[in-house]
């Protein structure tokens, strides 16, 4: 793909969130219909303990995509940074140890993920029958996920030049070769023909393996049309300094993703307590609230682009115009999607599962969710800003007291003093989230003057 059309340091700021976060939020849309699609076929096509078992596994899932996303927007800021520099040869250079330190962790997590999942899930739910089809799915996708991290690098390159279509375009065919391959491989059958013994939730995983892996010859290829593929330099061998710089604009992200796993475990622990259908209720409604998140995760990518070219370039003035007015943007998005998110609780739990204890749970969050979600763009847009200035501790820190600390001590306390409720549970946790995200505003704010010294 050409990047002529796209120039992150002169195009217009809304003209740019338009070009890099609508195909962005799309192609984020597919990837998290994978695990809606995925959901819905474990539950109508094999049982509610299906359902439940995919839905528990969300944070250990959680920690791989963590891990990738964390590695690719150090990468992304560290190339948009270079490009801003007009150091081409350096952004080459960073794009090939990113590749190099993909595989590696990688076979890191596979390692260390087979080992450690079966205390995890137990930890969480001692239920036998839901503990194996967990682990059979998990396994699965450990074996699988060299291919994600290696997606997530190269994309990392394209989209620091302003290109988020072609990881778009892969989600899309992705998205749909998953759903054609789940029926064929949970059931063995193909139009009614038993071709093979059906894999139940083992299918699921092979699909969704499949589906990420066809999609990186594509990006391959998009990558060798771009301007920095000429100074991309194939090796096996570590360049310690580059290692060094992603990995401390990575790891921080990563941890600060990671935080959302951790988090997810807290509550899925505290959502036990009501049974395996406030799990699978609870968990199949995250799946539906992630759609929901997409426009702010598309903002959040064009933040990324934007503010580190910028900031490589030195035009600090634009990269605060560019933090103020995604922030606009997503609060006016957020809030028109959290009416939506209340309205239609009760008839997105039907597609999961005909249990009305489940959609009970499910519907129960999503309601409370729904006040919640116009806080979100404090965090999502603060955090995207600080990792294109290549600040990503700061987003680590407030992840660890959002996503962790915090609840579990609030949701502690309010067990002690009230009783279990579901419900309070769920508002408390409201409450905290526009707290914080109002005096995080307040901070970010402050912080980021103080950072391009204006």
């Known amino acids: 793909m050409s990047n002529n059309s796209i120039n992150l340091k002169e195009d217009s700021i809304y003209s740019l969130f338009i070009k ?11 990837q998290n219909l994978y695990s809606v699609v995925d959901s819905i076929f474990a539950g109508k096509m094999i049982s509610d303990q299906a359902l439940a078992a995919i839905g528990q596994i969300f944070p250990i899932y959680f920690i791989i995509i963590a891990l990738g996303v964390g590695l690719s927007i150090g990468t992304t800021a560290l190339i948009a940074n ?45 239920d036998l ?39 778009r375009n892969v989600l899309i065919f992705s998205f749909f070769l998953n759903i054609a391959l789940n029926p064929i491989l949970i059931s063995g059958k193909f139009f009614n ?22 999609g990186i010859f594509y990006l391959f290829i ?5 301007l920095i593929y000429k100074y991309v330099k194939i090796t096996i061998i570590p360049n310690i300094k580059i290692i060094k710089n992603i990995l401390s604009q990575g790891i921080p992200a990563s941890i600060g993703m990671m935080m959302i796993a951790v988090g997810s475990y807290i509550l899925i622990y505290f959502v036990s307590i009501f049974g395996v259908d406030a799990i699978a209720g609870y968990t199949a409604a995250g799946r539906y609230e992630q759609l929901f998140f997409l426009p702010l995760l598309g903002l959040s990518t064009a933040t990324v682009s934007i503010v580190g070219q910028n900031f490589g370039a030195k035009q600090f003035l634009r990269v605060l115009e560019t933090y103020k007015k995604a922030v606009g943007v997503a609060l006016v998005i957020l809030s028109i999607l959290g009416i939506i998110i209340f309205i239609t609780s009760e008839i997105a739990m039907s597609l999961f599962t005909e249990n009305e204890e489940v959609k009970k749970f499910g519907s129960n969050y999503l309601k409370i969710s729904a006040l919640m979600f116009p806080a979100f763009p404090f965090f999502f847009i603060g955090n995207a800003t600080f990792q294109g200035l290549k600040k990503a501790i700061i987003v680590m820190y407030m992840a660890i007291m959002r996503f962790v600390f915090i609840p579990l001590v609030m949701i502690s306390i309010i067990f002690y003093q ?21 005096s995080y505003y307040y901070f970010c704010s402050k912080k980021f003057r103080s950072i391009l010294n204006l």
């Open 222 to 226: 998009k990558l060798s049309k771009t």
């Open 82 to 126: 270079s490009i801003g520099e007009n150091n081409l040869n350096n952004s080459g250079n960073i794009f090939t140890q990113s590749f190099l330190l993909s595989i590696l962790v990688a076979l890191l997590v596979t390692f260390i993920g087979i080992y450690f999942s079966p205390s995890l899930i137990m930890f969480m739910n001692k």
């Open 418 to 438: 009230f009783g279990e409720s579901y419900m309070l549970m769920f508002y408390s946790i409201a409450f905290m989230h526009w707290a914080i995200g109002l």
């Open 193 to 214: 023909y038993q071709i093979f013994s059906p894999l139940g939730i083992d299918g699921i995983a092979y699909a969704t393996i499949i589906s990420q892996f066809v």
């Open 20 to 30: 890099i976060a609508i195909p962005s939020s799309i192609g984020t849309i597919f």
């Open 129 to 167: 029958i839901t503990l194996d089809l967990s682990l059979r799915y998990l396994n699965i996708i450990f074996f699988g996920s060299i291919f994600i991290f290696i997606l997530m690098s190269i994309n990392s390159s394209l989209s620091a030049q302003g290109d988020t279509k072609s990881y």
